[in-house]
């Protein structure tokens, strides 16, 4: 990981969320090296997280399952970078707050109270998402 794109984490950050439809427990940490929730379920090099709640809610929506969705809030135990699946190649700068690290995500809460984008507009970044992965574009892992 570029050191000088690393965040420090201190006490005045922002409140972090992890979207999936994984069942995870209080205390358990998100771990690189398992298979990802996204594209072809390549073992995932880095783990994400979100300062939006928006961003979350479309990580539980779209990750790969018949669960339903769920939304940890999470403290990363180390630093962490800009996610460039959704930062300048896609949107400039980090409009969505998404970033990755290497280290793990730990969970500390599970967040009940969310509502789901509507089902049109699900259907349509669905319908985007199976379009990219027609052309071949898939997550960067770089």
Do not use: C
């Not at 969320?17 to 996204?38: C, D, Q, R, V």
């Not at 769920?70 to 409009?95: A, S, W």
């Not at 967040?111 to 699900?122: F, R, S, V, Y």
């Not at 349509?124 to 052309?135: C, H």
């Amino acid at each position: 990981m570029d050191t000088s794109k690393e965040k420090t984490i201190d006490s005045n950050s922002d409140k972090f969320y992890h979207g999936t439809k994984a069942i995870l427990k209080l205390g358990a940490l998100i771990e690189p090296g398992f298979n990802s929730n996204y594209g072809q379920r390549n073992k995932a090099k880095y783990v994400y997280l979100t300062a939006t709640l928006d961003a979350a809610i479309w990580g539980a929506e779209l990750a790969i399952g018949e669960d339903v969705g769920r939304i940890y809030i999470v403290e990363p135990t180390g630093p962490f970078e800009n996610d460039p699946n959704l930062t300048d190649k896609k949107f400039p700068g980090n409009p969505t707050k998404s970033y990755r690290t290497l280290h793990p995500l730990k969970v500390i809460a599970e967040l009940a109270d969310w509502q789901g984008h509507p089902p049109e507009q699900l259907k349509a970044m669905k319908d985007m998402v199976e379009q990219a992965k027609q052309m071949g574009i898939e997550a960067i892992e770089d």
